[in-house]
């Protein structure tokens, strides 16, 4: 389930997203349609805890993004529309984040840290 509720995000005197509130229920399918620069990336963004908003707050699955944002991104997950982490990614960051996606992390790899990192 996500919430939004009265989410803002100013930047200087420009406001990208303004008093939005929202509910999806688990089982709803919810699309963002609008013109480019309507704020739909930016509400994503604050919704899965990559942008801090101004002001308002969201849940996921009844975390608040913002007091837990590292479990809120453990319960679910975003495709952007420019995937450039990959640029970034090293060869051994790759190989841990490969590893992870296809077996989960073993026991030797979470004590000794293979398994830790932003990915």
Same mark, same amino acid.
């Given at each position: 389930?996500?919430?939004?509720?009265?989410?803002?995000?100013?930047?200087?005197?420009?406001?990208? &997203? *303004?008093?939005?509130?929202?509910? %999806?229920?688990?089982?709803? /399918?919810? =699309? #963002?349609?609008?013109?480019?620069?309507?704020?739909?990336?930016?509400?994503?963004?604050?919704?899965?805890?990559?942008?801090?908003?101004?002001?308002?707050?969201?849940?996921?699955?009844? &975390? *608040?993004?913002?007091?837990?944002? %590292?479990?809120?991104?453990? /319960?679910? =997950? #975003?495709?952007?529309?420019?995937?450039?982490?990959?640029?970034?990614?090293?060869?051994?960051?790759?190989?841990?984040?490969?590893?992870?996606?296809?077996?989960?992390?073993?026991?030797?790899?979470?004590?000794?840290?293979?398994?830790?990192?932003?990915?």
């Amino acid at each position: 389930m996500i919430r939004a509720d009265r989410l803002v995000k100013k930047y200087g005197n420009l406001t990208a &997203v *303004d008093n939005l509130s929202l509910r %999806v229920e688990a089982g709803e /399918v919810f =699309g #963002f349609l609008g013109p480019n620069s309507a704020g739909k990336t930016t509400t994503i963004k604050m919704l899965t805890g990559l942008l801090v908003p101004t002001s308002g707050r969201a849940t996921i699955c009844g &975390v *608040d993004v913002q007091a837990d944002p %590292v479990k809120v991104k453990s /319960v679910l =997950g #975003f495709v952007p529309d420019t995937p450039d982490v990959y640029e970034r990614l090293t060869a051994g960051a790759a190989s841990v984040r490969l590893r992870l996606e296809k077996d989960g992390p073993s026991q030797s790899a979470e004590e000794d840290g293979r398994a830790s990192g932003p990915f």
